[in-house]
């Protein structure tokens, strides 16, 4: 119970999330003479690519990617006219610019800014199917942000699964660091690759990320980490303990297993609509990334004037291209503050635009490459969907089959994602499972209707807003 | 619940050490932890059961979208395990089903 009251303040601009995008915005906006507030739920500043990119204890063994984005958090840190709020939840936003703010005491405040730009970034794509639920299984993001931010890393014979440069990165990393995965069980569609191919000119131009990529899986066979690719029919089964023992999947026309009592999976990552969505603003289907984005001018200007979106929360371009989004969306709120005139604003866009451009070329080849097979995003009935509200497929389906014709009605009759999470970790499933079952695009069938507050609040947090409301 | 061999931590600067009360018994772990990277360091995997079937779950994203982390903190329940930082003598209790509404909440 807290009996303090909230407080009102104001800005010409609220930064939403602390990564690539949020970091590079504010020290655009706050160079323009703008007044900032960055908010970031984490206590440090990086987002999750970057996460505790200033004080790593293990750093030094990460690589030159994470290095640039200590130079980018550096800048950020040491920028004057930037408010860093860490530890804070944005659980409100309404069109107009006012923020909610829960700290972390639980003291709210009321942010009035004059512009916003959402940096909310990504989530690691859904990746249901059978046992997925069960202790043990955990995301190849989480293992990253386990060694990043706590240097707490998984014991020998851990087994990731999935597809994506992710798994490899982690495996990698883990490897380097000194631990041994037991097996890489890679799902990429055999397909994928003749598809991606198509895209030679864009991956020429991405050729030193493509090259990196290529290094890190020299890097595991060298290391004789057993790897298997094309696998499907994932699932994962239960020891006596009732956490993950094993993984079996198909490949080669035959059942196979191997043991673990941690697994990794990771099917590549999706925009985090949550505040965009619950702005109602427009969302189209990516259908090459299968996921939602917001529909985004060339400023990463919404259809609501003065909030933007910049960074993988506008559609996956990587965390180099979130940079550039970050200082265009700057650009333009400080142009609509009257900061800097478009001509002005037009000229210090030139080199972000260039820069985006050559980051985001090769991004048809990797989409096309990791583009999650249909398996792998509309799983069997047994499969539990929505995992706050245990949802499986096969109730979904029958939701359908009784008429329910989008995910607001599924949602209204069974519950899925209507728990904590929001749909967070069962959306993008939903829809493709009731597009699937009714014959018609995804685009068609649409997404849950999102409702704030975005994350959970106490009743005492809110009540401090009584005397501001009065 | 426990099985220790799933993580380990590495050597690093920091080792200033927090002592945490979970399920009432001590689990030391490092400042600037989360809860749930200082139960996964410490062996602890389940971090909730659920509402509807009682299954046990563990941390899921480490990145506050799963919700699959919710836990009783110092008295608070439905807190997340991943986004709240460990502090010295904070209790730790497991979320079985869905959470009462506490006193601290209301």
């Known amino acids: ?470 | 619940m426990e099985n220790d061999s799933r993580f380990r931590r590495l050597p690093q600067a920091s080792d200033q050490t927090v002592t945490l009360s979970v399920e009432g018994r001590p689990v030391a772990t490092r400042a600037g932890d989360s809860v749930a990277a200082a139960l996964l360091a410490a062996g602890i995997i389940t971090t909730r059961t659920t509402p509807v079937s009682g299954a046990p779950r563990s941390p899921f994203c480490l990145m506050g979208v799963c919700f699959d982390c919710l836990m009783e903190i110092d008295g608070v329940p439905n807190r997340q395990a991943c986004m709240t930082p460990v502090r010295d003598g904070m209790t730790v209790a497991l979320q079985h089903g869905a959470a009462a509404v506490s006193e601290e909440t209301k």
């Open chain 1, 1 to 470: 119970m807290t009996d303090g009251m909230a407080r009102v303040e104001t800005c010409d601009l609220a930064v939403i999330g602390t990564g690539p995008a949020g970091m590079a915005a504010a020290v655009a906006a706050a160079e323009l003479g703008l007044s900032v507030v960055a908010v970031d739920e984490q206590s440090v500043p990086g987002g999750q690519i970057y996460r505790n990119v200033l004080a790593s204890p293990v750093a030094a063994r990460l690589g030159p990617d994470y290095g640039h984005g200590a130079a980018l958090a550096a800048a950020f840190d040491a920028a004057e006219g930037i408010s860093r709020r860490y530890g804070t939840t944005v659980w409100t936003l309404s069109a107009d610019g006012e923020i909610g703010l829960r700290g972390e005491r639980g003291d709210i405040v009321l942010l009035r800014a004059k512009a916003v730009i959402l940096a909310t970034g990504a989530l690691e794509r859904p990746m249901p199917f059978p046992g997925w639920t069960l202790p043990g299984v955990m995301t190849a993001g989480s293992a990253q942000i386990l060694l990043k931010s706590a240097a707490v890393v998984p014991a020998d014979g851990v087994v990731l699964t999935g597809s994506g440069p992710l798994l490899y990165l982690v495996a990698a990393q883990l490897l380097d660091i000194g631990v041994r995965p037991g097996a890489i069980v890679e799902t990429t569609p055999g397909a994928n690759y003749r598809a991606a191919a198509r895209h030679w000119r864009g991956a020429a131009h991405g050729a030193a990320t493509l090259l990196k990529g290529l290094k890190l899986i020299a890097r595991l066979r060298v290391a004789r980490v057993p790897m298997v690719s094309g696998a499907t029919g994932l699932s994962a089964e239960a020891g006596a303990d009732g956490a993950v023992a094993r993984l079996k999947y198909h490949c080669g026309g035959r059942e196979r297993s191997v043991a673990c009592s941690l697994l990794l999976v990771h099917q590549g990552v999706v925009p985090n609509v949550q505040i965009s969505r619950s702005l109602d603003l427009p969302h189209d289907w990516d259908a090459a990334q299968r996921c939602w984005r917001p529909r985004l001018g060339e400023w990463g200007d919404t259809a609501l004037p003065g909030i933007f979106v910049a960074g993988d929360g506008g559609g996956i371009g990587g965390a180099l291209a979130a940079e550039e989004q970050g200082r265009l969306a700057a650009l333009a709120a400080a142009c609509r503050l009257g900061r800097i005139d478009e001509q002005e604003r037009n000229r210090r866009a030139d080199a972000p635009r260039r820069a985006l451009a050559h980051h985001l070329a090769v991004r048809p080849f990797l989409d096309a490459l990791y583009r999650p097979g249909d398996d792998a995003v509309v799983p069997a009935d047994e499969v539990v969907v929505c995992r706050c509200e245990e949802v499986t497929a096969g109730e979904i389906r029958r939701c359908v089959v009784d008429g329910c014709v989008g995910p607001n009605q599924v949602k209204s009759f069974i519950r899925s994602g209507m728990g904590p999470c929001q749909g967070r970790m069962c959306g993008l499933t939903v829809s493709e499972i009731i597009a699937a079952a009714r014959g018609m695009p995804v685009a068609d069938v649409g997404y849950y209707r999102l409702r704030q507050p975005l994350k959970p609040i106490t009743l005492g947090e809110l009540a401090q807003l009584e005397e501001v409301a009065q």
